[in-house]
């Protein structure tokens, strides 16, 4: 095992259950590999059922422990994790960056907006209020906000920490208690902020970690009783089964799934800094993100002048190598990741775009990881695969668009709709295009520029609920009404 990791017991790093690690009931380990070059860098245990049910009720009795806890006590707490999550950030982004693959200056950065979510929650722990209601003199009727109790949070693999801390801060600052299962491929951050919230003075059990599969940890998490909501970050089809067990047990699910989200370039916009902008939009993380840019709706009269900044930005600012080199891209996550990326390259090329850069596997020195050059499609269709399904790689597509209207049809036409940039210099034609776009987030003239204090989540099949911000805390709280006499 990497150094990194030395804190974990040997053979590998347990799940982190009720204040310590414990070895998996299974007695087995997943092997967990850098993707910059292929080689094991950590073993994390293989959960099941049984390790399932050790977390849940370790977690029920943290609950009851955090209820006697007071409501700006566990403010104070939740502002000690971010201090801590800061006082150890380098070796965070080390360990992030060794599973992910993402170059440091990203993964530091995720640590920081970690340690942020924690700081936004805390100031938000005594301010939970409920309401008095004016119905009928004779009665008091009120209002309180109250937690679930045990909570599950299952996160990928392609924002370890970030996606975690976006869930378990609000759910902690809410009252619940938490058991993750984080990704598979990605899991030494999760284990690394349970430890902390012990260190933080939090009880025992408040946040336990199973590691594992989905179909093993994952899927008996969902189904167990005592689990009271679901926070899920993830595919559709992964957040497709995880909503028919919440249906099947009658409780709130909040999902954040894919995108292929459109961003459409008008003719009068400013065709220098949008494409300066389309290019981290495409290609931070190596384009393994939900909100990613992939879908390029460009109107006709510039799509050559905006074809060829974009792929000389890509040019001048756009170096791969292992996530430790700090490159603008690193390797996509799996081998897996990178075949997939690479069949919808073969997709894109049958049915007629064509393939203006890229398109490949990097070799030489970086044949060893999941490297692959970054890629972009012109002359394409929204109707092509390319332009339908999420990628989760480097490969963007352009379309053109004759008014307003057809790019508006073909950004709305799409099974996704998790967020959308629109560029012009018209601030009253951006406003028709923000008001009429299916989708959770808009950015005007500018893509991402967006912090953790404003809500975010999807459309259609993007997702249900909302995440971040103050609308982050509905998902953790639930509404008693009490009506008295006397
Ligand atoms: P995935 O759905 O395969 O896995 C996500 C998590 O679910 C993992 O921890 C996995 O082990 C677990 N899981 C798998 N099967 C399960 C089951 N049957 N029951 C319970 N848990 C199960 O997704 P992925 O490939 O790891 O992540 C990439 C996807 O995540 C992309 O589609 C991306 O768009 C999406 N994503 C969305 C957001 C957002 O905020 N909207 C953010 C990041 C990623």
Known sequence: MNELYSWAPSPGAGHFIDGR????????????????????????????????????????????????????????????????????????????????GHPITRSRRDIETSARYFEFYAGIADKIHGEVIPADLDYLTYTQREPFGVTAQIVPW?????????????????????????????SGTALELARLIIDAGMPPGLLNVVTGFGAEVGQPLCEHDAVRQITFTGSVETGRAIMAIAARRIIPVTTELGGKSPFIVCDDADLAVAAKAAVPALFTLSGQTCSAGTRFLVQRSIVEEFTARFIAETRATVTVGPGKEDRMMGPLASEQQLAMALHYVEAGRSEGATLAMGGARLGGELSGGYFMEPTLFTNARNDMKIAREEIFGPVGVIIPFDDDAEALHMAN???????????????????????????????????????LEAPFGGYKHSGLGREKGLEGLRSYLQTKTIIAQG
């Open 21 to 100: 690690f414990v070895t998996p009931a299974s007695g087995a380990y997943i092997d967990c590999l850098d993707p910059a070059n292929g080689q094991v860098v950590m073993r994390i245990a293989r959960g099941g059922s049984l390790d399932v049910e050790h977390a849940v009720a370790s977690a029920a009795e943290g609950f009851k422990a955090w209820q006697a806890v007071k409501p700006y006590r566990r403010g104070q707490a939740l502002t000690r994790v971010a201090f801590l999550l800061r006082e150890h950030a380098e070796r965070l982004a080390q360990i992030e960056t060794l599973d992910t």
């Open 158 to 186: 392609n924002a370890p920490l970030h996606q975690l801390a976006r869930g378990v801060a609000p759910s902690l600052a809410a009252g619940n208690a938490v058991v993750a299962k984080p990704s598979e491929l990605t």
């Open 413 to 451: 036409d799409s099974e996704f709709g998790l967020v959308a940039g629109i560029w012009t210099r018209d601030f009253p034609r951006a406003r028709r295009f923000a008001n009429a776009l299916e989708c959770g987030q808009v950015f005007i003239n500018n893509y991402r520029g967006v912090g």
